[in-house]
């Protein structure tokens, strides 16, 4: 065999075993993505951190004590240069946070139709009739957008014609659409997000006249396993609502309560 013949057929071998080695390359990186994807569609195993926030927050609206320690930590949390005295003058009154664990129609966590119906029982307040637009008699407030349409699609029930329901979020609605909205409507109960709510109250365009209770919808948790009162971007929007001066003299003066729900 001439040289040139054996230079062909080393470079046949060579070419060859390049190509195997491509296969045996893509049949990992195949092997590689099929197991990725199993493991993808396996359910995360909770771990025990989260076991036991989920514990916590199922009951943590009958507790007023615990209740009290996570507004405190909130508040504290948005001021952290406030001594205890100033911190005490920031914190709604512990009379004012609502604990529904002698009721008789006590609801399950999430369970907004029950819950309504379980305040509008124990209000004084039962018979809403009011004259002035904008000012509802219970907000709800969530974490995320799709948080207020579903529980405004739970209340659904409660909507009538002097007992409109409002929800507050700023994908799809402008500042201006609320504030028109809420200029003309009787409005029972509001839905929104924290910075929504947040930016209507200290306007004055949704306004705490009949304001029953406040509730913040903590018991929720998103994907990434965080509530209303861990979510860093709601987090200081709802410890600013809390210390708003209209709000305070209602909690202090027991005019409006305040729940964890």
Aim: include cysteine; aromatic fraction near 6%; charge should be positive.
């Amino acid at each position: 065999m001439t040289e040139v013949s054996v230079t062909k057929e080393q470079n046949k071998q060579g070419s060859r075993s390049k190509r195997k080695g491509e296969n045996v390359d893509k049949f990992s990186r195949k092997k590689f993505r099929k197991n990725k994807k199993e493991q993808l569609r396996q359910p995360k195993k909770p771990s025990e951190k989260t076991l036991e926030l989920a514990v916590v927050q199922d009951c943590r609206y009958l507790d007023v004590e615990i209740a009290l320690d996570v507004v405190t930590k909130l508040i504290k949390d948005a001021n952290p240069d406030i001594s205890y005295i100033e911190l005490h003058d920031k914190l709604p009154a512990k009379k004012s946070f609502l604990d529904l664990s002698n009721s008789s129609t006590l609801p399950k966590v999430n369970d907004y139709e029950k819950l309504i119906g379980s305040l509008k029982k124990d209000s004084t307040k039962d018979s809403f009739k009011s004259s002035i637009k904008g000012a509802p008699q219970y907000i709800i407030v969530c974490s995320a957008a799709l948080r207020v349409t579903a529980i405004i699609q739970a209340l659904k029930k409660y909507r009538s014609k002097d007992y409109d329901l409002v929800k507050l979020f700023s994908r799809h609605f402008s500042y201006e659409d609320h504030r028109k909205a809420l200029e003309s409507a009787t409005v029972g109960i509001a839905v929104g997000t924290p910075n929504r709510v947040l930016t209507l109250l200290k306007n004055n365009d949704l306004k705490l006249d009949n304001l029953d209770c406040l509730v913040l919808d903590e018991s929720f948790l998103d994907k990434k396993q965080q509530s209303l009162l861990t979510l860093k971007q709601s987090t200081p929007d709802v410890a600013e609502m809390l210390q708003l001066p209209q709000m305070l003299e209602r909690f202090k003066n027991e005019s409006s309560r305040l729940l964890l729900f």
